[in-house]
T-cell receptor
Framework: QVQLVQSGAEVKKPGASVKVSCKAS????????ISWVRQAPGQGLEWMGW????????NYAQKLQGRVTMTTDTSTSTAYMELRSLRSDDTAVYYC??????WGYGMDVWGQGTTVTVSS | QSVLTQPPSASGTPGQRVTISCSGS????????VNWYQQLPGTAPKLLIY???QRPSGVPDRFSGSKSGTSASLAISGLQSEDEADYYC???????????FGGGTKLTVL
């Protein structure tokens, strides 16, 4: 079955970096993109960015430009999201989602979420 | 402050029909299609409606979506207790060159 499996929970200190992985299975990885979406405690969904698994093209949310990097490894069908210079307000559950290159079809498969806690 | 505006809460009794609104602007809903997501407590979001009114395989036909101008709506008929969840709308925003989400609506089944 089509699924995305994310790496485990992380606890980081302010100023550190975190790298979350998202391993895809059950579909042709390079035919889709991956969006990353985060959700702070008790808050709504925030789109962080998108990467094409076909050619590595990226589109990052303006507020995260310069702090976030998304990459893929097609040999293992895995997407990665690295966030640097962590602050307390980066504490959230981070989700990856399968997201076609053209808008309209929706993020149709989601990972289980990775909790990132930023605390001194 | 979310780009798309949803009511923070909605409620209904079992069997009732409820609607959740999503208001945007000409740069998002007014010129692009709308998707809806359901997030049950403690779980990842799930795609409920795409392209304004299309249901992915497995989504009951009790769920329907519509769009008019710069607003969209999600309707749930024959409300069931398991529909108690948070619901989010999303649309591409041409000005931001990014997808934007509504703030979410918490649906309570009384």
């Amino acid at each position: 079955q089509v699924q995305l499996v994310q790496s485990g929970a992380e606890v980081k200190k302010p100023g550190a970096s975190v790298k979350v992985s998202c391993k895809a299975s059950g579909y042709t990885f390079t035919s889709y993109g991956i969006s990353w979406v985060r959700q702070a405690p008790g808050q709504g969904l925030e789109w962080m960015g998108w990467i094409s698994a076909y050619n590595g093209n990226t589109n990052y949310a303006q507020k995260l430009q310069g702090r976030v990097t998304m990459t893929t490894d097609t040999s293992t069908s895995t997407a990665y999201m690295e966030l640097r210079s962590l602050r307390s307000d980066d504490t959230a559950v981070y989700y990856c989602a399968r997201d076609p290159p053209n808008w309209g079809y929706g993020m149709d498969v989601w990972g289980q979420g990775t909790t990132v806690t930023v605390s001194s | 402050q979310s780009v798309l505006t949803q009511p923070p809460s909605a409620s209904g009794t079992p069997g009732q029909r409820v609607t959740i609104s999503c208001s945007g602007s000409s740069s998002n809903i007014g010129s692009n299609t709308v998707n809806w997501y359901q997030q049950l407590p403690g779980t990842a979001p799930k795609l409920l409606i795409y392209s304004n009114n299309q249901r992915p395989s497995g989504v009951p036909d009790r769920f329907s979506g519509s769009k008019s101008g710069t607003s969209a709506s999600l309707a749930i008929s024959g409300l069931q207790s398991e529909d108690e969840a948070d619901y989010y709308c999303a649309a591409w925003d041409d000005s931001l060159n990014a997808p934007v989400f509504g703030g979410g609506t918490k649906l309570t089944v009384l």
